[in-house]
T-cell receptor, first 113, second 111 residues
Framework: DAGVTQSPTHLIKTRGQHVTLRCSPI?????VSWYQQVLGQGPQFIFQ???????GRGNFPDRFSARQFPNYSSELNVNALLLGDSALYLC????????????FGNGTRLTVT | KNEVEQSPQNLTAQEGEFITINCSYS?????LHWLQQHPGGGIVSLFM???GKKKHGRLIATINIQEKHSSLHITASHPRDSAVYIC?????????????FGKGTHLIIQP
């Protein structure tokens, strides 16, 4: 069974541009959450989706948005990129988004120049 | 602000040594996760705990709810255990807030 897959693996963008990151959860998992990990720090929570509804949002500006599709895959969108958005973006899936085990993807490394 | 603190930040040990990594948190939780992150970024979930103790191979995780503290132990450490170990919690009643992560413990096991 495939694990959590994220695409692309690496991405280089210029300040002011827009980016879309994609995540496919483990089959049967209905919850996807997104995290930002800046170099040398622990991940920070961005969004959680369950059954296509936003269940939670971290302390990120409105430039960050996400959605979950009927097949439970998810996209994270970031508008008007800033240099500080350079980070590893991690997606995690779980069965119900509560205290069920989490499975992480390998992340998308975004560099903003 | 609810916080998760890990110690030590960095740890270098010799192969075979017993390793302990600590995690403390500020308020009540519904679950605590221990995660392993290798260079390149991929994260593997090691344990999810809400009470007591769990063991998997050479890894043992314990949690003391009253003291708001958890430990991850590695017995008979091996160079392949070298990684960043991260503690993450879900605050009690905070299911919509995702996980809050510690900054991680960078472990190096020398042969």
């Amino acid at each position: 069974d495939a694990g959590v897959t994220q695409s692309p693996t690496h991405l280089i963008k210029t300040r002011g541009q827009h980016v879309t990151l994609r995540c496919s959860p483990i089959s049967g998992h209905k919850s996807v959450s997104w995290y930002q990990q800046v170099l040398g720090q622990g991940p920070q929570f961005i969004f959680q989706y369950y059954e296509k509804e936003e269940r939670g949002r971290g302390n990120f500006p409105d430039r960050f948005s996400a959605r979950q599709f009927p097949n439970y895959s998810s996209e994270l969108n970031v508008n008007a990129l800033l240099l500080g958005d350079s980070a590893l973006y991690l997606c995690a899936s779980s069965w119900d988004g509560g205290d069920s085990p989490l499975h992480f993807g390998n992340g998308t490394r975004l560099t903003v120049t | 602000k609810n916080e998760v603190e890990q110690s030590p930040q960095n740890l270098t040990a010799q192969e075979g040594e017993f390793i302990t990594i600590n995690c403390s948190y500020s308020v009540g939780i519904s679950a605590l996760h221990w995660l392993q992150q290798h260079p390149g970024g991929g994260i593997v979930s090691l344990f999810m705990l809400s009470s007591g103790k769990k063991k998997h191979g050479r890894l043992i995780a314990t949690i003391n709810i009253q003291e708001k503290h958890s430990s991850l132990h590695i017995t008979a450490s091996h160079p392949r255990d070298s990684a960043v170990y991260i503690c993450a919690v879900r605050w009690a009643g905070g299911g919509a807030d995702g996980l809050t992560f510690g900054k991680g413990t960078h472990l190096i096991i020398q042969p």
